[in-house]
């Protein structure tokens, strides 16, 4: 399967925009999981974010959290996961990308989950509480392993710091659309238009925007406003945690493809 | 007797152990944090370069510290205490404590409460965030938002709200917002993280005053700076009471700000053994304690890398103690470097060992300690019949125990 930068470069040459949704694995349980990564595979994600749940998501609000606890509480674990997503990635269209928090990797060893990650056809990586100045050593070994280490850009990040992130970053920069943590807003801020244009006067790099974007119209604003993809979560979190087993996949499908559809 | 604090403050810098420039001691600091607070972490450590030395500055922090909080605290000798585990012989150890029970609020966590206040001030903040466990440092927090009239919001879980109710009544008296936190065991972890997700929300107008040694730089490095009073007074109390240095000092660690404040000033001094007792709960062979130094491994928590109780899968686990400050399942980075670094040893005491002490201190000095303190008066049963001669032992008495009488009611009803 391709990178995730060679998958965004094809997506450009045709003009097409990313549609990257976000779940988190274990909610309600992994199976589930799988199938809606497949559901969304099908139905129009052109990249799947797969959270790992964690104890304590500094960086999400209540939707995100809520479903960590349920995972964990299932006694989903990141081998458990890897060990689903090795079972999809052959059969997979959309890259995946592995999002957690800085502790479990530093608990296996960085060496050792990135050889898991390559083992289970993983390709990017979003570590949301590891900034630039502290991701030297894991951004080496992943360029190694063939992993793509994508950075985070946020409204508050400086101008120096976005030249850094930009140079630092693979894949595509991700930029926080608002100054917060994660959860479906009513409305975007104004100032993401001047972030990404920011952005794109220091590189050429991909850029995909999320955090609190929950609707069509918001994602259409992104794509607007000149992003490359957006990224959306909780609102696939929310839709995931309630209802029928059938009923959640419908919604999860529905909703990828709405998104879809109004971002082409 | 007075102690010239102003001067105290400047003395001996070169004995200062500063962090490196990304904030670490060791391997231990960093700043593990999501992009958002990079830059208010950045701004924070430049208004902290700026202030701690400006002249101006530190007057209006000497005289609130002297006026408002009541600087200098004692170093007091606790003659029963000192009896109670004299020898045979009447020889024995000679305990001293260090009163910051005394302090305005009942704790030492005013005192970096204060310090920071004034820098949120200068850097222009109106709002306030603080997380707390047992409501010393929340008290602090919101008493010195009511000084300066800046808006104050204090999370705390919903377990510790309940055994340290009277904290919560003091906080809204002083006008502050107290949000309960009910995410994970309801305690001091859980607080602390929903304190940084406000910070990653409200950021440009909001200043997070940390309560303990922990967090992402500069907080352990400020923190430890703002308590540094605690030991900078010591050692001058000491030179005038008899003339030499401390043998051992003592002190409880959660985060570890008493211990750090005691501490920092005699780092450099070798012949003064450092000793940082730790809560073991029910026993650090069950599941239920804190002891992070004893029983952790090293990982990230809260923005630094330090010492954590996590299990196999690196998810932070759940701490337990008696005493709702120390029930925190990490540790200030600069103590697990003193650890590691063997400059500084670590034991623990269990819930029980605890409770004993804070009606042994009661009784035999008329002092009622936080049941956080009575874990360092605790480890006295452990420490002594170790010791020869009469070394000079200083206790941080670092608050007292007003707060937790309901607690240890309870317990002493049910046993």
């Known amino acids: 399967m391709t990178t995730i930068s060679q998958h965004f470069e094809s997506l450009r040459q045709n003009n097409q925009r990313a549609l990257i949704p976000f779940i988190t694995a274990g909610d309600p349980d992994l199976d589930l999981t799988a199938e809606a990564i497949r559901v969304l595979d099908a139905g129009g994600a052109d990249f799947i974010e797969l959270g790992v749940p964690y104890s304590d998501p500094l960086a999400d609000g209540p939707v995100i959290q809520a479903a960590a606890t349920r995972a964990l509480q299932q006694g989903t674990s990141l081998a458990s996961i890897l060990a689903m997503a090795q079972s999809l990635t052959r059969n997979l269209r959309s890259p995946l990308i592995l999002f957690t928090y800085y502790n479990p990797i530093l608990n296996l060893g960085i060496k050792i989950f990135l050889q898991q990650l390559v083992a289970a056809g993983i390709k990017g990586l979003v570590v949301p509480d590891l900034p630039v100045e502290e991701a030297g050593e894991l951004l080496q070994q992943a360029d190694a392993a063939g992993i793509e280490v994508i950075l985070l850009v946020t409204p508050t990040s400086p101008k120096q710091r976005i030249e850094a992130i930009a140079d630092r970053s693979r894949g595509f920069i991700y930029l926080v659309s608002v100054t917060g943590v994660t959860g479906m807003r009513s409305q975007i801020q104004t100032g993401v238009k001047d972030v990404i244009t920011e952005i794109r006067s220091v590189t050429n790099k991909p850029i995909g925007v999320g955090f609190g974007i929950s609707t069509p119209e918001h994602a259409r604003q992104i794509i607007d406003w000149g992003a490359d993809g957006v990224i959306v979560g909780s609102a696939f979190v929310q839709r995931l945690a309630e209802g029928t087993p059938y009923h959640r996949l419908r919604a999860v499908r529905d909703f990828c493809s709405e998104l879809k559809t109004t971002i082409s | ?415």
């Not at chain 2, 606790?78 to 029970?101: H, W």
């Open chain 2, 1 to 415: 007797m007075l102690v010239d604090t102003q001067s105290i403050q400047l003395s001996n810098p070169s004995l200062s152990q500063q962090p490196d420039s990304l904030g670490r001691f060791g391997q231990f600091g960093g700043k593990y944090v999501p992009e958002t607070l990079m830059a208010a972490l950045s701004e924070l450590e430049t208004a902290l370069a700026k202030y701690r030395n400006e002249p101006l500055f530190q007057q209006q922090i000497q005289e609130l510290l002297r006026n408002y909080v009541g600087r200098p605290t004692p170093l007091y000798y606790a003659e029963r205490l000192s009896q109670y585990y004299a020898r045979p012989d009447g020889t024995g150890p000679q305990i001293y404590l260090k009163r910051e029970d005394l302090n305005h609020t009942g704790a030492h966590k005013i005192n970096n409460a204060l310090g920071q206040v004034l820098l949120a001030k200068r850097m222009g903040k109106q709002r306030i965030i603080a997380e707390t466990g047992a409501g010393q440092h929340g008290v602090a927090t919101a008493t010195v938002c009511a000084r300066f009239g800046l808006e104050c919001v204090i999370y705390m879980g919903i377990h510790d709200m309940e055994r340290q109710a009277l904290n919560v009544f003091r906080m809204r008296l002083m006008g502050a917002e107290v949000r309960p936190v009910e995410a994970g065991t309801g305690t001091l972890k859980d607080a602390t993280s929903e304190a940084i997700r406000d910070w990653v929300t409200n950021v440009e107008t909001t200043h997070y005053i940390l309560g303990s040694v922990a967090g992402p730089h500069p907080y352990p490095m400020m923190v430890r700076d703002f308590q540094a009073i605690i030991g900078q007074e010591t050692r001058a109390q000491s030179q005038e009471q008899w003339g030499g240095l401390p043998d051992i000092l003592l002190a409880c660690v959660g985060g570890g700000s008493n211990a750090m404040g005691l501490f920092h000033d005699f780092i450099n001094q070798p012949s003064v053994r450092l000793i940082g007792v730790e809560a073991a709960g029910e026993g650090v062979d069950t599941a239920k304690h804190a002891a992070t130094l004893t029983k952790g491994r090293v990982g990230v928590l809260h923005g630094a890398m330090s010492y954590v109780l996590q299990d196999e899968e690196g998810q932070i686990v759940e701490a337990h103690s008696v005493s709702a400050g120390l029930d925190y399942p990490g540790v200030g980075p600069e103590h697990s470097y003193l650890q590691v670094s063997e400059r500084a040893e670590y034991y623990s005491v269990t819930d029980q060992q605890a409770l004993a002490a804070f009606q042994l201190l009661s009784q035999l000095e008329g002092i009622i300690p936080a049941l956080e303190t009575s874990h360092a008066i605790a480890y006295l049963e452990t420490l002594c019949p170790q010791l020869t001669g009469s070394p000079r032992i200083i206790i941080c008495c670092s608050g007292r125990g007003d707060k937790d009488v309901q607690t240890v009611a309870k317990f002493l009803n049910a046993s």
